[in-house]
């Protein structure tokens, strides 16, 4: 018999799933048997496919932050195989602004990447779930910095304020047919890292400050996803999951000499 994380025959839809960590988070759905579409503004210049290379991903181009665009990834997924059962909202990001300076149009394209567009994607997968044979389940990537100070990045940490809230917000609302979570995420090594956590020495000396003892690894976030995904986390939804190795330690410590 199969196992819960057995996921073949299920329509997964994860945006911004070509590059970072939406790429990994693809490739482990797929390796689980899920039928995965990707999308992003532009297309990669390599599919992303299976660990053991047999099976590609589709692909939709597409910006997030448009509803029509957002609508048409749904139909291509539904397309695909009929049905719709998990939405991985991963599309976000932000380049460090001072917040006294960001324009009102940049924080209207970030909050409109990380709280809308997610908005968008729900509610556009809401009568697919709502209605078919077994319902579905949402999972939001969310970040620490919704939960803590977050500065130089006022518009991103408000976002993922609100995406958590929204989190809890819709699974009341839509539960029990669709299960909504997201993953709070800490500091994982990307592409990006050098940008946020400095060189290779600062990024260990940061790593050295949470009880897991290292940065997170993209597996780290992906793996929680297909878990949440899965029969195993049936009872599980509303609810904000902390992927971050711990959490940073209280900063006073350092500033004490403790």
């Known amino acids: 018999m199969a196992g819960p994380l057995d996921l073949t025959g299920r329509s997964v839809v994860v945006t911004g799933g070509s590059r970072g960590l939406g790429r990994v988070i693809a490739t482990t759905f797929m390796d689980a048997g899920a039928d995965v579409l990707t999308c ?18 589709a692909f939709v181009t597409a910006d997030v932050r448009d509803p029509d665009q957002v609508a048409a990834v749904v139909a291509a997924a539904v397309g695909r195989s009929g049905r719709l059962d998990v939405l991985v909202n991963n599309a976000g990001g932000a ?31 809401h009568p697919i779930m709502s209605t078919q044979d077994g319902g579905g389940v949402i999972v939001n990537i969310s ?11 006022m518009a991103y940490g408000a976002a993922k304020a609100g995406l958590e809230n929204m989190t809890r917000t819709l699974a009341h609302e839509w539960g029990p047919a669709i299960r909504v979570v997201a993953l709070t995420v800490g500091m994982i090594v990307t592409d ?11 990024q260990a000396a940061v790593a050295a400050n949470l009880p897991a003892g290292r940065l997170g690894q993209p597996a780290d976030v992906a793996d929680m996803c297909l878990a ?11 609810t904000c999951l902390e992927v971050h190795g711990g959490g940073e330690g209280p900063a006073y410590l350092g500033v004490a000499g403790v």
Do not use: H
């Not at 620490?144 to 100070?149: D, E, F, K, M, N």
């Open 192 to 202: 990006e890292a050098a940008a946020f956590y400095g060189d290779v020495d600062s």
């Open 143 to 153: 970040s620490v910095s919704g939960t803590r100070a977050n500065p130089q990045g």
């Open 40 to 57: 992003a503004r532009s297309e990669p210049d390599t599919l992303v496919t299976s660990t053991d290379g047999t099976r590609e991903a």
């Open 95 to 125: 380049p460090p602004a001072e917040s006294a300076k960001a324009s009102s149009g940049f924080n209207e394209k970030i909050v409109a990447l990380n709280l809308m567009a997610p908005m968008n994607f729900c509610q556009a997968v």
């Open 228 to 238: 949440l995904a899965s029969p195993l986390a049936r009872w599980v939804t509303g």
